[in-house]
C-alpha cells in the first residue's frame, strides 16, 4: 500500500495498493534434484524442480517444458520419462521421473519456454537390475590344453539383467566335475562390465561340463583337456614295511612299472632308482635298470645308516615317480653304551630334587638303538633311581632314569646293555648331590648355661652347627656378644675367633670371663649359597667365683 504525506499527514482518503512479483526466471539460480541419486532401471523417482528469479526470490506459475534426457541411461528400448510438471507453490514444481531400460548415467535438464532451466543438469547413476541377473555370452576362450594341473582353459561369461545391462560386483557359482579346479575358486565376481575371466585346470583328461549360476540361472559350456603324450611315468613298489636291519646285507627289493599316460607297459625301458645319501645298491649294483617284458625292474637296497629314506623312479621324462619309504633300524646285535648324560647335576639333596640320566645306546655303526633294555646301577643304595633296575631306549636310543636322595655325595653310576653275543657293553658317570643350604638350619648348643664360675679360668662350651638335614653345609659365621654393663672384651675371652667357616657343618667354640653377669652370644651364619640363617642365641649366666665349690661341669 502507498500512501502520500503532506505535512507528516495522510494527503489522500486512501492508500494506493501496489502487487509487486517476481522477476524473470534465473537458472543460475534455479535447482533440479531427485529423491534417488542411484536408482535402478525401470523405477520411478521424483524431480523437485525449485525456480528462483536473479534475486532468489520465487517464481510462481510458470508451466515448465517436459525434461530432456541424454547420456547412456537414456538409451535402451524402454526411454526414461517425466510425468507433468505441478506447481507445489513458493516456486517449487514436482514431476514423476519414469526411467527406462539402460544403465548408466542420464543427464536430466528442466526447460521452461524452450530453454534450459539450470545451470547444470541433474546426473543420476542409474543401476541395472541385480535382481533379475543372468549369465549370457559363456563361451570357451582358451580350449584343449594339458591335463597336468598348471596348463588352463578359460572361459569368459558377461552377467547382465533382463534388458542387457551389465551387472557389476556379481557372484558367479562355478560348479566343476571331479579333478577340474579354478585358479580364482568357485565363486569368482564380475567386473564394472559385468565380465568375468574364469581359468580352469585338470589332471583328468577328456571332456568336462562346466555350470556357472547366479540369481538361480544357469549356463554350461563344455571344455577340453588332453593328455601329456610327451614322455612315460614310472610307479614305484617296495616289499613291504617291515624294517630290514641297517648292516650292508639285509636289503628291500624295490620295483618300478613303466607305463605311459595311457597306462601302457613300456618294454625295455630305462629305469633310473633314486637313491638318497645312506641308501646304496646290493652288492654295488647299478642303479640304471632295465625293464622286462612286462614293463617291471628290480633294484635291492641296503644301508649302514638307520633311518627311514624316500626313493623314487623315473623314466624317459625323468619325472620321478610316487615316493615309497624304506626304514632301516640299528643292529641290536652290536649294541653299545655310547654316553651316560647327567642332567641337573649338582642337585640338592632333599629327597624331592631329581637329576635325569640319559643313557644312550648305538650300535657298531653309531645308530641309535631303540628298545634296548638298559640296567643302571649306583655306587650307593642311598642314591634312589627310577625305574630301579631297567629302562628301555626310546625313538632317541635313550633310556631315562631318574635319581634323588637325601645324602649328599658324589654316585657312581654304572649302565650295561646286553649284546646278542652275550657279552655286556658297560660305561660309568658320575652323579653329585649337594646340600640344600637353602633350606639350612642353624642352631647352637646348649642355649642357656646357668652358672658358669667367672674365674677367668672355667670355661663354657658352645656348638653351633649348619645343616640341611643330615647333610653339613658350608658358610661362614660370626657372632655378636652381649656382655654386662661395664664389661670389656679385656673381661672374658671367646675362643678362638667370633667368626669362622663351617667345617663339616659345625664350630665349637670356648667362652671364659672373670666378670660376672649375663652374656647373650648372638650367633650369625650366611651360606655358601648366600642365603643367610636366622640367628641363634646363647645366654650364659656368669656368676661370682666366691659362690661356687668348683668347674660347673658343661652339659
Known amino acids: 500500500r502507498v500512501m502520500p504525506l503532506f505535512n507528516g499527514q495522510p494527503a489522500a482518503t486512501e492508500a494506493a495498493q501496489l502487487t509487486v512479483i517476481a522477476g524473470e526466471m534465473s537458472s543460475a539460480n534455479s535447482t533440479l534434484v531427485a529423491d534417488n541419486k542411484a536408482p535402478t532401471v525401470k523405477m520411478t523417482t521424483e524431480l523437485t524442480f525449485t525456480v528462483k528469479d536473479a534475486y532468489g526470490n520465487p517464481v510462481t506459475g510458470l508451466k515448465p517444458d517436459a525434461p530432456v534426457f541424454s547420456g547412456a541411461a537414456s538409451t535402451g528400448s524402454e526411454r526414461p520419462s517425466a510425468g507433468n510438471w505441478t506447481e507445489k507453490g513458493n516456486g517449487v514444481y514436482v514431476a514423476t521421473l519414469t526411467l527406462g531400460s539402460a544403465a548408466g548415467q542420464l543427464s536430466v535438464m528442466p526447460r521452461v519456454n524452450g530453454q534450459n532451466a539450470v545451470a547444470q543438469p541433474l546426473v543420476l547413476n542409474v543401476a541395472g537390475d541385480a535382481s533379475k541377473a543372468e549369465i549370457r555370452d559363456m563361451t570357451v576362450k582358451v580350449n584343449n590344453q594339458l591335463a597336468n594341473g598348471q596348463s588352463a582353459n578359460q572361459i569368459t561369461l558377461t552377467v547382465v539383467d533382463s534388458y542387457g545391462n551389465p551387472l557389476q560386483g556379481q557372484e558367479v557359482t562355478l560348479t566343476l566335475p571331479q579333478g577340474v579346479t579354478s585358479k580364482t575358486g568357485n565363486t569368482v565376481t564380475t567386473n564394472a562390465a559385468g565380465k568375468v575371466d574364469i581359468e580352469l585346470m585338470s589332471t583328468v583328461a577328456g571332456e568336462h561340463s562346466i555350470t556357472a549360476s547366479v540369481n538361480n540361472a544357469q549356463k554350461t559350456v563344455t571344455v577340453k583337456f ?61 642303479i640304471m635298470v632295465n625293464a622286462d617284458k612286462e614293463g617291471k625292474a628290480e633294484l635291492k637296497v641296503v644301508s649302514v645308516t638307520a633311518g627311514t629314506y624316500e626313493i623314487t623312479a623315473s623314466a624317459g621324462n625323468d619325472q620321478p615317480s610316487n615316493a615309497q619309504s624304506v626304514t632301516f633300524v640299528a643292529d641290536k646285535t652290536t649294541a653299545t653304551i655310547s654316553s651316560i648324560e647327567v642332567i641337573g647335576n649338582r642337585a640338592v639333596a632333599d629327597g624331592k630334587t631329581k637329576q635325569t640320566y640319559k643313557v644312550t645306546v648305538t650300535d657298531a655303526n653309531n645308530n641309535l638303538l631303540k628298545d634296548s633294555d638298559v640296567t643302571l646301577t649306583a655306587s650307593s643304595e642311598n642314591l634312589v633311581l627310577d625305574p630301579k633296575g631297567t629302562a628301555k631306549t626310546n625313538e632317541q636310543g635313550q633310556a631315562v632314569f631318574t635319581g634323588s636322595t637325601t645324602i649328599a655325595a658324589t654316585y657312581t653310576l654304572t649302565a650295561k646293555v646286553e649284546q646278542a653275543n652275550g657279552q655286556v657293553s658297560t660305561k660309568t658317570a658320575e652323579s653329585k648331590f649337594v646340600a640344600d643350604d637353602k633350606n639350612a638350619v642353624l642352631a647352637a648348643s646348649p642355649e642357656r648355661v646357668d652358672s658358669l664360675v667367672a674365674d677367668g679360668k672355667t670355661t663354657a662350651t658352645m656348638t653351633v652347627t649348619l645343616m640341611a638335614g643330615v647333610n653339613p653345609v658350608g658358610g661362614s659365621m660370626w657372632v655378636d656378644i652381649e656382655a654386662p654393663e661395664g664389661v670389656t672384651e679385656k673381661d672374658y675371652q671367646f675362643l678362638p675367633s667370633k667368626a669362622d667357616h663351617f667345617s663339616g657343618g659345625k664350630i665349637t667354640r670356648t667362652f671364659s670371663t672373670s666378670k660376672p653377669g649375663v652374656y647373650t652370644f648372638t650367633f650369625n651364619a650366611l651360606t655358601y649359597g648366600g642365603y643367610e640363617m636366622t640367628p641363634v642365641k646363647v645366654t650364659i649366666n656368669a656368676v661370682a667365683a666366691e659362690t661356687e665349690n668348683g668347674e660347673e661341669e658343661m652339659p
Open 226 to 286: 588332453k593328455a601329456d603324450f610327451s614322455t612315460g611315468q614310472a610307479t614305484l613298489e617296495v616289499d613291504g614295511s617291515t624294517p630290514k636291519v641297517a648292516n650292508d646285507n639285509d636289503a628291500f627289493t624295490l620295483t618300478a612299472t613303466v607305463k605311459d599316460q595311457y597306462g601302457n607297459l613300456l618294454p625295455g625301458a630305462v629305469v633310473v632308482f633314486n637313491l638318497p645319501r645312506g641308501v646304496k645298491p646290493l652288492a654295488d649294483g647299478n
